[in-house]
């Protein structure tokens, strides 16, 4: 049983839930779950699908604590990646019909690109990409923060191949002239 779950970093607790810690694991999730699901919705961009994914994310996450590595990357990447690897399979089994192109959802506090406001580079990449149009930024967002690939993104918008590439090599280009390089 953890004393003060608040003192421990994510890195113990997952190290804690690899050896069967229950409380370990509800205090991982306290702290994690909105931030998982913020992840899950920004790929499903479905609440009841975000919600499924954050909660299969976390069954992973139970089952697979004895893989964590601290060495390889902070708990929170990995429980990230999970969640996202699962959310990015689940859409690419929904099809062409599940993500709109001009849709953003409303993530308030938990916007996956928040975490650009860390420093002033990151700061300066994120009021670049609020200069892209919303369509632009979303193909950016989705081939370089989602892992889309080019292909993935003609499928999943019925747009042809050429025109995704071009899209997204015109706003990174509009984004390194943003950036002053």
Not at 137 to 156: N, P, W
Request: a negative charge.
């Amino acid at each position: 049983m953890i004393a003060d779950a608040a003192e421990i970093g994510s890195e113990a607790l997952l190290q804690q839930c690899a050896q069967g810690d229950r409380a370990a694991f509800r205090a991982l999730y306290d702290r994690h779950a909105g931030r998982l699901y913020a992840v899950a919705l920004r790929i499903t961009r479905h609440g009841n699908l975000a919600s499924d994914t954050a909660q299969e994310a976390f069954i992973q996450i139970w089952q697979n604590a004895r893989h964590f590595d601290p060495a390889r990357g902070s708990a929170e990447a990995w429980m990230t990646c999970l969640t996202r690897y699962r959310a990015l399979d689940l859409v690419r089994r929904a099809g062409p019909s599940l993500l709109p192109l001009e849709e953003e959802p409303d993530l308030d506090a938990y916007d996956r690109l928040e975490a650009l406001e860390t420093d002033a580079d990151g700061r300066a990449l994120r009021q670049c990409l609020e200069r892209l149009e919303p369509s632009r930024r979303r193909l950016v967002t989705m081939a370089f923060v989602e892992g889309f690939s080019h292909a993935e993104l003609a499928a999943q918008f019925v747009i042809p191949l050429g025109t995704i590439k071009s899209s997204i090599r015109r706003s990174l280009a509009s984004l390194r002239e943003c950036l002053g390089g």
